[in-house]
């Protein structure tokens, strides 16, 4: 998959997006959906929500029962959900990516805003080699070094999402602590620096600061990150990593408070030439 090309994932989305209308257009329960294809009401809930893969004969079976005759709109729909079925290119990492993370870099690779608060460490997407090779140590104990290099090219791999020719907007709130806590040696840490005021210079990057000094703040939650993208069909998902899974929340009332928390956090934050004043301040002293 290209840089900003649609993926598997947010084909699968756009595909259970349209079963949904189509099912609720006809009144049909996901009870009745399910049975139709001999599954249950909530495989029916998980192939609408996009989060799994899609067997040709149940989608042909659903469009039958949801009076879909035209063969046009019926192939339109079919070969949505072929499509839908193909790996990314990401999928050749999965032996050594937890299980959840390769449904984020789909959709990550296919928004067209990237928001995130992030309060560990820099965000993957900002991240130098020798930074990420640093994180990805400390949180593989007893990997080999084989796996450490192939989950650090994966990263390399996905930061060329933000120099390519229709790169994402990518706005980030980094806590001061994710900057003060060191991965890696001194040079390791002035590398990281220079390399967050030279990319925080593009225009398609919109990097603040949120310093200790202003206090309490709307991220007390943690890091997480709001991914909206061009398909109008397609409402904007919310990702949370935890220790060991990840959650996605797509419902209004949820995202609404987390883009209501990262409002405040950039309002609240120095904006990015004052923040990029900071990070030199920061380089200088490392």
Known sequence: MSAGEPGSVVRRMLLGSQLRRLREARGITREAAGYSIRASESKISRMELGRVSFKTRDVEDLLT????????????????????????????????????????????GAAHLIRAYEV?????????????????????????????????????????????????????????????????????????????????????????????????????????????????????VVYLEQLTSALYLDKREDVAQYEQALKELQQDSPGPDESRDLLRGLLQLS
Request: proline share 4%; glycine share 8%; net charge negative.
């Open 65 to 108: 029962l949801y009076g879909i005759t035209d063969e046009a709109e019926r192939q339109q729909l079919l070969s949505l959900a072929r499509e839908a079925n193909v790996a990314g290119w990401w999928h050749s990492y999965s032996d050594v990516l937890p299980t959840w993370f390769p449904t984020y870099v789909g959709l990550e």
């Open 120 to 236: 560990q460490f820099v965000h993957g997407l900002l991240q130098t080699e020798d930074y990420a090779r640093a994180v990805v140590r400390r949180g593989m104990k007893g990997a080999s070094e084989a796996d450490v290099e192939r989950r650090v090219t994966l990263r390399m791999e996905r930061q060329k999402y933000l120099v390519a020719e229709n790169a994402p907007d990518f706005h980030i709130v980094l806590d001061e602590a994710a900057l003060r806590r060191p991965y890696g040696d001194r040079e390791v840490m002035r590398g990281q620096l220079q390399h967050l005021v030279e990319i925080s210079e593009r225009s398609n990057v919109r990097l603040q600061i949120m310093p200790f000094s202003f206090g309490g703040h709307s991220g007390e939650g943690g890091s997480f990150t709001v991914l909206s993208f061009p398909e109008s069909d397609l409402s904007d």
